[in-house]
């Protein structure tokens, strides 16, 4: 069997185009999922976007071992120096560069003729390989470009040393037989292939990213990029675990075996939509919450007599526990550890006494505890320092047209207490929370929802801020009182915004 190299863009293609600012800490905490999920290589960002870009590769590439860190740049020199800066402490360092092929990249972009686009791509490929051993050469938009001329600028890039040559659909315009011919034609015309391997990038336009992804693999490629929960662009990029669980699922038709342990994909999933505020779907294919339910009589009733009727993965094999064990507010410490450690968290000490008093909390609110609860109990226990605490708050409504709501904060140890109005309960809310904090961000999407299917259900409230400088910061909060989980959502994005973030992009 071939391997399948699994490249991961979400903390750079996925990041860039939400509009979302994660910061290095956010980034970090995603860096260390996708090692334990096994990908071959994280494309941490783009260092010369932003100085906050630069930071986040920087620290990923000094933190994370045993993966290929890679960095993003366009064919010019002062990307790549900045782009070999920011890799500096990586163990297997990787320097991404390439130039737009398809007439319409090189005319109206780039004003440059063909010959010149070989040469720019050329020197690129060897200034990168001064700093580092591992060039990947991207020709962008090479679906659309004349394939006579891709097999050109491809033979010349690793005639300069490029390790891996990728073969875009930028804008998604690709049908899978297509994509597979055009990667089975690179494969075929380019003399020198051999030297160099070939990878797939596929985005979403026409919901055929995975369709291509495959059909490129199919055709002979052994890299495939792509991100969790296929976030990215416009209507998103290939949907890695997709990619992941079709190869895996139908090994006889692929002959290919990545290194991905798909027992982290639930536990990723769940942790990109947590940190990137982007909502899985339910019926979204291997990781949305319906993707494993069996809702119609005949259904059920087929899997109840064997599996395999209706069920092509098991859920298990995603990580998705099959917790028998219920928790309700007379269950130990012990049986809280048994069920945190089936979900993969491993808590002792210290750490298992505060999650246990923040489970009694919960379990006093909710007759039975489910595992979506533990999920939230962990996320809640903070990847984040709280400078702002919710101390108090009450509110009073006059009808549903007014209300008051009197807040006290503890802001780094000090308790501040003020009262504002508000078209309701939830803007009352805010605006007193602003004339505490002086916050002068603009709301800019603000969502409830129930984690669980229970009338006394967690809920998870989504805040996302728009700061004066262009970014957008994310904040949840969980509570059984929808209104104390909005609080804290508004507070948590606050809280956020002092760490060091990306600044707006250059590109
Ligand atoms: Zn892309």
């Known amino acids: 069997m071939r391997k399948l190299y699994v490249f991961d863009t979400t903390l750079r293609d996925g990041e860039q185009s939400l509009g979302i600012t994660l910061n290095v800490k956010e980034k970090l905490e995603i860096g260390r999922q996708l090692v334990k999920l096994g990908v071959d290589i994280i494309e941490a960002g783009f260092p010369a976007s932003s100085p906050g870009d630069m930071e986040s590769v920087q620290t990923i590439a000094k933190e994370l071992k045993g993966v290929i860190i890679c960095g993003l740049t366009r064919a010019v020199a002062p990307d790549i120096d900045l782009c070999a800066q920011a890799l500096r402490k990586a163990e297997y360092p990787r320097i991404h560069t390439g130039i737009g092929v398809s007439p319409v990249h090189m005319e109206k972009k780039l004003k440059l003729n063909p010959d010149q686009v070989v040469e720019q791509a050329v020197a690129a490929v060897r200034y990168a390989k001064k700093y580092v051993s591992d060039v990947e050469f991207y020709a962008e938009d090479a679906f659309r470009s004349d394939p006579i001329f891709l097999a050109r600028v491809i033979e010349n890039v690793i005639t300069a040393g490029a390790t891996v040559v990728n073969i875009p659909d930028t804008v998604g315009y690709a049908n899978p037989w297509e994509y597979g011919e055009l990667i089975a034609s690179v494969l075929k015309n380019v003399k020198n292939i051999d030297k160099a391997i070939v990878s797939v990038h596929c985005h979403n336009d026409l919901g055929m990213a995975t369709a291509n992804s495959l059909a490129g693999i199919k055709a002979g490629a052994s890299q495939v990029e792509g991100t969790i929960n296929g976030i990215g662009e416009r209507a998103g990029n290939t949907s890695l675990e997709e990619v992941i669980m079709s190869i895996y699922t139908r090994r006889d038709g692929y002959g290919v075996k990545s290194n991905i342990n798909t027992r982290e994909i639930s536990a990723t999933s769940r942790l990109v939509s947590r940190i990137t505020g982007v909502t899985v779907p339910d019926h979204k294919a291997i990781v949305g919450a319906n993707a494993f339910n069996h809702a119609s009589g005949i259904h059920q009733d087929g899997v109840l007599k064997d599996r395999e009727t209706y069920e092509i993965i098991q859920p298990e094999t995603i990580g998705v526990p099959q ?145 004066e400088d262009g970014r957008l910061v994310v904040g949840k909060g969980f509570s059984t009182d929808i209104i104390e989980a909005s609080a804290k959502a508004y507070i948590n994005a606050l809280d956020k915004k002092d760490l060091r973030t990306s600044q707006a992009k250059v590109v």
Not at 398 to 417: H, K, Q, R, S, Y
Not at 428 to 447: H, M, P, Q, S, V
């Open 323 to 467: 917790n028998l064990i219920s928790l309700t507010a007379r269950s130990g410490r012990h049986a809280l550890k048994h069920c945190l450690e089936e979900l993969g968290y491993k808590v002792e000490g210290d750490q298992l006494d505060d999650v246990y008093q923040r489970f009694l909390q919960l379990a006093d609110l909710k007759k039975e505890v489910f595992d979506q609860d533990l999920y939230v109990l962990m996320g809640d226990s903070g990847s984040i320092a709280n400078s702002i605490v919710l101390e108090s708050m009450s509110i009073a409504t006059n009808g549903v047209e007014m209300a008051t709501a009197t807040v006290t904060l503890e802001i780094e140890g000090t308790m501040m207490t003020d009262a504002a109005c508000g078209n309701g309960p939830v803007n009352a809310l805010f605006n007193t929370i602003d004339r505490i904090t002086g916050n002068n961000a603009t709301l800019e999407d603000y969502t409830l929802k129930s984690v669980t299917r229970s009338s006394e259900a967690l809920g998870e409230a989504t805040v996302k801020l728009r700061y």
